[in-house]
């Protein structure tokens, strides 16, 4: 037979009360359940740890020796407890995020801003790193969750989508392609083209849109981030396809926005998880917020 907490705690209080009347009173039960909680501990330790022969209840050697024991299990068991219940209600712990960049730097900050206001006990860890990684981040346990377009190879993870992107042409103010209201892959082929490096999935979309046109394009620059993309443009350096996630950003720079077609190129972008079972309380909320 094993002991139990609840033994433990009736066991502690009748040893500091020495009264059976008193400890009940303490622990909202009554006596007879006190006295079989004490006994089914005593079966469990193996003996006797009150002596009944004297009219007032007093420890037995082996008794005294245990209570200090119970005691310090006791008050483990309710530090656990309560560390425990603290996470649940959302007053500790971290919420571990892995990124694409785009939405880092574009969506991310008000959402997790709002959250900080409801949870400011939470710990954020965030991670803005390209597609491939936030899904390495999360199937490594590194991140809880992470934010990004589809991956063609989901590796076992969940997707949950949040919503279509579509890649929009961006460019400097009184370009020529600034007059239409729309934009073909086809005319972005007429001019320099400030492209993301190869083997990015941003990359790969815009080489299959160009093929698709039926034009081929110049690249006269290429570069690991969406950012220093917008920033090339703005030096009038070429133009670009951006996913449409940056185009605040975009419009931070003053440079022009208008949408691509022939192809539409859209992407869904979403949530990357393990197991929606398997997640904390923060992200857990988080997740929710998003989904909202």
Not at 118 to 132: A, F, K, S, T, W
Not at 211 to 220: D, E, I, L, N, R
Not at 241 to 259: H, I
Request: charged content about 20%; glycine content about 6%; proline content about 5%.
């Amino acid at each position: 037979m094993s002991a139990t907490i609840k033994q433990l705690r009736a066991f502690v209080t009748v040893a500091r009360s020495r009264s059976l009347a008193q400890a009940s009173a303490q622990l909202h039960t009554s006596q007879p359940a006190l006295s079989i909680a004490i006994r089914n501990l005593e079966d469990a330790t193996g003996g006797p740890l009150f002596s009944r022969e004297a009219r007032q209840l007093t420890l037995t050697p082996e008794g005294s020796e245990f209570l200090t024991r119970a005691e310090q299990l006791l008050h483990s068991w309710d530090q656990s407890l309560d560390a425990v219940q603290q996470a649940f209600r959302l007053e500790r712990g971290q919420l571990r995020l892995a990124v694409i960049p785009a939405y880092a730097l574009n969506q991310l900050p008000q959402l997790l801003a709002g959250f900080h206001r409801q949870h400011p006990q939470i710990n954020i860890l965030l991670e803005d790193v390209v597609m491939e990684r936030v899904t390495q981040a999360v199937q490594d346990g590194r991140a809880e969750l992470g934010i990004s377009f589809r991956p063609d190879d989901l590796g076992g993870l969940e997707f949950v989508p949040l919503h279509r992107d579509r890649f929009i042409a961006v460019m400097p103010p009184r370009h020529p392609l600034a007059d239409k209201a729309k934009v073909r892959w086809s005319d972005l082929a007429d001019f320099p083209f400030i492209a993301m490096n190869r083997g990015s999935a941003v990359r790969r979309w815009a080489d299959e849109a160009f093929q698709q046109s039926g034009k081929a394009v110049h690249y006269t620059c290429e570069a690991n981030q969406l950012s220093t993309i917008g920033q090339l443009v703005r030096t009038g350096m070429g133009i670009s396809a951006l996913p449409s996630l940056c185009e605040v950003q975009v419009q931070e720079y003053r440079l022009e926005c208008r949408p691509l077609s022939a192809p539409v190129v859209s992407q869904e972008v979403g949530v990357l998880l393990k197991s929606r079972g398997a997640l904390s309380a923060p992200a857990t909320a988080f997740l929710s917020a998003l989904a909202g």
